[in-house]
Protein backbone atom coordinates (compact mmCIF):
# COMPACT_ATOMS: atom_id res chain seq x y z
CA UNK A 1 0.00 0.00 0.00
CA UNK A 2 1.35 3.17 -0.42
CA UNK A 3 1.57 5.82 1.58
CA UNK A 4 2.76 9.72 1.88
CA UNK A 5 2.63 11.18 5.21
CA UNK A 6 3.19 14.72 5.99
CA UNK A 7 5.03 16.02 9.40
CA UNK A 8 6.02 19.26 10.62
CA UNK A 9 3.01 21.75 10.07
CA UNK A 10 2.00 24.12 12.74
CA UNK A 11 1.08 27.28 13.90
CA UNK A 12 4.27 29.90 13.42
CA UNK A 13 3.97 33.88 13.57
CA UNK A 14 4.75 35.75 10.48
CA UNK A 15 8.13 36.16 9.41
CA UNK A 16 8.70 32.48 11.20
CA UNK A 17 10.02 29.46 9.40
CA UNK A 18 8.61 26.33 9.48
CA UNK A 19 9.88 22.36 7.50
CA UNK A 20 7.56 20.06 6.18
CA UNK A 21 8.65 16.50 5.70
CA UNK A 22 7.04 13.63 3.64
CA UNK A 23 7.99 10.14 4.07
CA UNK A 24 6.91 7.68 1.55
CA UNK A 25 6.43 3.81 2.08
CA UNK A 26 4.87 0.92 0.08
CA UNK A 27 7.57 1.55 -3.02
CA UNK A 28 10.15 3.96 -3.98
CA UNK A 29 9.60 7.34 -5.16
CA UNK A 30 13.31 7.79 -6.67
CA UNK A 31 12.01 7.72 -10.60
CA UNK A 32 9.64 10.16 -10.55
CA UNK A 33 9.14 13.87 -9.42
CA UNK A 34 7.49 15.45 -6.04
CA UNK A 35 5.99 18.34 -5.05
CA UNK A 36 4.27 20.30 -2.81
CA UNK A 37 1.13 21.65 -3.11
CA UNK A 38 -1.16 24.06 -0.74
CA UNK A 39 -4.92 24.41 -0.43
CA UNK A 40 -6.65 27.29 1.51
CA UNK A 41 -10.15 27.32 2.59
CA UNK A 42 -12.79 28.64 -0.46
CA UNK A 43 -9.57 28.01 -2.55
CA UNK A 44 -8.39 25.47 -5.17
CA UNK A 45 -5.22 23.88 -4.28
CA UNK A 46 -2.09 25.43 -6.16
CA UNK A 47 1.29 24.36 -6.79
CA UNK A 48 4.08 25.33 -4.14
CA UNK A 49 7.28 23.30 -5.13
CA UNK A 50 8.12 20.92 -7.38
CA UNK A 51 11.85 18.66 -7.43
CA UNK A 52 12.87 16.41 -9.92
CA UNK A 53 13.01 12.67 -9.78
CA UNK A 54 16.98 12.98 -9.28
CA UNK A 55 16.90 16.19 -7.23
CA UNK A 56 18.76 18.69 -9.95
CA UNK A 57 15.51 20.70 -11.04
CA UNK A 58 13.81 22.87 -8.58
CA UNK A 59 10.33 24.74 -9.58
CA UNK A 60 8.80 27.20 -7.54
CA UNK A 61 5.28 29.27 -7.48
CA UNK A 62 6.16 32.74 -7.56
CA UNK A 63 4.56 33.39 -4.27
CA UNK A 64 6.97 31.63 -2.50
CA UNK A 65 10.22 31.94 -4.48
CA UNK A 66 13.00 33.01 -2.49
CA UNK A 67 11.48 31.93 0.62
CA UNK A 68 10.65 28.14 0.53
CA UNK A 69 13.13 25.24 -0.24
CA UNK A 70 12.21 21.91 -1.60
CA UNK A 71 14.54 18.66 -1.30
CA UNK A 72 14.51 15.18 -1.66
CA UNK A 73 16.49 12.39 0.06
CA UNK A 74 16.10 9.57 -2.31
CA UNK A 75 17.74 6.95 0.45
CA UNK A 76 15.30 7.79 2.86
CA UNK A 77 12.60 8.31 0.32
CA UNK A 78 11.33 11.57 1.72
CA UNK A 79 10.86 15.17 0.14
CA UNK A 80 11.04 18.30 2.54
CA UNK A 81 9.82 22.33 2.14
CA UNK A 82 11.70 24.60 4.54
CA UNK A 83 9.62 27.68 4.46
CA UNK A 84 11.17 30.70 5.79
CA UNK A 85 10.07 34.33 6.21
CA UNK A 86 6.19 32.55 6.48
CA UNK A 87 3.19 34.96 5.93
CA UNK A 88 -0.13 34.98 6.36
CA UNK A 89 -1.06 34.31 3.09
CA UNK A 90 1.02 30.79 3.43
CA UNK A 91 -1.54 29.51 5.40
CA UNK A 92 -3.35 26.59 4.28
CA UNK A 93 -3.71 22.80 4.11
CA UNK A 94 -0.01 21.62 2.60
CA UNK A 95 0.14 18.34 0.62
CA UNK A 96 2.54 16.44 -0.46
CA UNK A 97 2.36 14.35 -3.87
CA UNK A 98 4.17 12.29 -6.14
CA UNK A 99 4.64 12.72 -9.81
CA UNK A 100 3.90 10.50 -12.80
CA UNK A 101 6.97 11.46 -14.59
CA UNK A 102 10.71 12.42 -13.65
CA UNK A 103 10.77 16.38 -13.91
CA UNK A 104 7.80 18.24 -11.77
CA UNK A 105 4.91 19.74 -13.26
CA UNK A 106 2.94 22.51 -11.86
CA UNK A 107 -0.46 20.82 -12.77
CA UNK A 108 -2.01 18.36 -9.75
CA UNK A 109 -2.84 16.36 -12.11
CA UNK A 110 0.46 15.35 -12.87
CA UNK A 111 0.63 14.10 -9.62
CA UNK A 112 -0.45 9.92 -9.12
CA UNK A 113 -0.35 9.90 -4.82
CA UNK A 114 -0.98 12.52 -2.38
CA UNK A 115 -0.47 12.78 1.23
CA UNK A 116 -3.46 13.59 3.52
CA UNK A 117 -2.21 16.98 4.15
CA UNK A 118 -0.46 19.28 7.30
CA UNK A 119 -2.40 21.92 8.66
CA UNK A 120 0.34 25.37 8.20
CA UNK A 121 -1.12 28.46 10.25
CA UNK A 122 0.64 31.79 10.28
CA UNK A 123 -0.34 34.44 12.47
CA UNK A 124 -0.05 37.98 11.80
Known amino acids: QVQLVESGGGLVQAGGSLRLSCAAS????????MGWFRQAPGKEREFVAG????????DYADSVKGRFTISRDNAKNTVSLQMNSLKPEDTAVYYC?????????????????WGQGTQVTVSS
Open 97 to 113: AAGKARYARRSPYEYEY
Open 26 to 33: GRTFSSVA
Open 51 to 58: ISAGGSIT
